[in-house]
């Protein structure tokens, strides 16, 4: 039988098992995390649900949420496991299910933060910090405040749980999110460059050959703010043209003219991936061109 979308691999190990249940603590579904990394969504009869298909989405630890002060801090993870850990320190934190990417949080989750004092927490990786913004974006007009902190001396792909291991503390946390500023989506930078996040037919997934793209694209004609364009573009798959915009000082009709004058001249061409405000940079290569 062909494996739907959502569906965990054949052979996985469940490794946990985190229930979601409504505000009166009525079970609504499962979410099992298996090894290799993968999850999968089943309701209270076990009914297996595709990750992404139709049910109701809560925050994770919803009726703990609801009954903790209003005036405390809410931390937003990527994960159930993280939640559990911050939990475990004596604070209150949340997450959706099925881990994080782009439109995995929803206005159903949003809603449930009204009125909060809310610190996200993204995990060390392009998607980790795509998501933290996602977030960010969806509250931002109805939380009390807004912090994204991302952790210092965070392996990659790590999250709090892991930074939490290496010897950090909650006193610490608490040091740090009094020293974020609020988030505000016009004046917040754009996420790191992460070259580890390349995709898989790239041949740009090293840390040398990411070097080398940049040397690419700065060995160019063009001119340097097209080459910061690029350099943007290449570097975090997924920006959208207002924060383009806002980082390189121009309009947003200017951008999207800066965009498609590059992909006229063969300087970009759209990521397979289809995504909306995603770019895959295909310089030396398709061009032929060589550094002097």
């Known amino acids: 039988m062909r494996r739907r979308r959502g569906q965990p691999k054949s052979g996985g190990r469940i490794i946990a098992r985190y229930n979601y249940v409504d505000e009166q603590g009525n079970p609504l579904y499962q979410v099992r995390r298996y090894e290799p990394k993968n999850f999968s969504v089943h309701t209270a009869a076990d009914k ?92 931002n007009r109805i939380a009390a405040s807004v912090r994204v902190l991302e952790l210092p001396d965070l392996p990659h792909k790590g ?38 996040e390349r995709d898989s037919n790239s041949n740009y997934t090293a840390i040398n050959d990411a070097r080398w793209r940049r040397r690419e694209i700065y060995g160019l004609p063009i001119l340097p703010t097209e080459k910061l364009l690029l350099l943007m573009l290449s570097e975090y798959e997924g920006p959208t043209q207002e924060d383009l ?9 200017r951008v999207r003219q800066m965009i498609q004058e590059l992909k006229n001249r063969g300087y970009i061409r759209t990521s397979r991936r289809g995504r909306r405000n995603s770019y895959g940079i295909d310089t030396l290569r398709r061009l032929g061109q060589r550094l002097n």
């Open 159 to 196: 999250d709090v749980s892991d930074w939490l291991d290496r010897g950090h503390t909650v006193e610490e946390l608490t040091r740090l999110v009094a020293a974020t500023p609020i988030w505000r989506s016009r004046s917040s930078p754009l996420p790191k460059p992460d070259w580890a």
């Open 48 to 139: 297996e649900l595709d990750a992404t298909g139709k049910y109701r989405r809560i925050p994770y630890r919803l009726p703990e949420l609801l009954q903790s002060d209003p005036n405390e801090i809410v931390y937003v993870v990527e994960g159930e496991k993280d939640v559990d850990r911050l939990r475990s320190e004596g604070l209150i934190a949340t997450c959706n299910a099925v881990g994080g990417g782009k439109g995995k949080w929803t206005r159903s989750h949003s809603r449930y933060l009204h009125g909060r004092h809310v610190v996200i927490l993204p995990d060390n990786d392009a998607t980790g910090i795509e998501h933290g913004l996602s977030i960010a974006g969806s509250i």
């Open 245 to 253: 915009a806002v980082y390189l000082r121009l309009t947003p009709r």
